[in-house]
């Protein structure tokens, strides 16, 4: 039976470049399906779950919670079926314990660590981060199984993870001081930046999770 990937639809960021990228990377990998829905049935029931989010954090969290039976078919595929799960950009920062943006609120508690704002210890550099930066690998993981400190992504973000276990920073980068690129833990597994704009890295890193089986 073939795969099925959903991007999770709860009206926070422009999905189209993603689901596009999602798509194309899927078709060159025979990975099966990928879908954009807001329907519970079906995050619940997915293969794959890919959770995106542009904006602040307390607004995406509470419109993932305001969409019916969203969270609760989210919380179902990956907890308790341990389907493979990536956050991007304000995705992966719900999966930390809480947000400090604008007033603290609650992520979903699986990677130890709060979001806090960049603060670059040189003041010429500008927040929000934006733009291209280059990783620095941390830690082996199949999702980036052949990207290589060095390899560029593209940023837009004010605020970051900070991690309290370091074996769950897979990877960062440099802005006059570190900022968390990419996080995991078990199935999970997040990127500050967006894979589906940043060109042949990006792809490469969108093939991996739809092929990763933990």
């Not at 619940?44 to 890919?50: P, Q, S």
């Not at 604008?102 to 040189?122: E, L, R």
């Amino acid at each position: 039976m073939s795969q099925l990937t959903v991007l999770i639809d709860y009206d926070s960021g422009n999905l189209h470049s993603a689901e596009k990228a999602f798509q194309r990377m899927a078709s060159e990998a025979d990975a099966g399906t990928v879908v954009v829905t807001s329907d519970a049935d079906v995050v619940a029931n997915a293969d794959r779950i890919v959770l995106p989010g542009d904006g602040a954090f307390p607004a995406c969290k509470a419109a993932l919670m305001a969409k019916d039976g969203l969270y609760d078919a989210l919380i179902e595929a990956v907890e308790v079926k341990a389907r493979p799960f990536l956050g991007i950009c304000i995705g992966m920062q719900m999966m930390a314990s809480v947000g400090r943006e604008y007033t603290d609120t609650d992520g979903f508690d699986w990677i130890d660590g709060a979001v806090v704002p960049i603060t670059p210890q040189d003041p010429s550099f500008k927040v929000p981060h934006m733009g291209w930066n280059d990783l620095i690998i941390d830690a082996a993981h199949p999702v980036t199984q052949g990207i290589d400190t060095g390899d560029h992504v593209y940023f837009v973000h004010s605020y970051h993870m900070q991690v309290r276990d370091p074996a769950t920073r897979l990877a960062h980068v440099d802005y006059a001081g570190d900022i968390t690129a990419i996080v995991g833990e078990g199935t999970k597994i997040g990127m500050q930046f967006h894979p589906e704009k940043s060109q042949s890295t990006g792809l490469r890193l969108i093939s991996n999770f739809l092929q990763w089986m933990p």
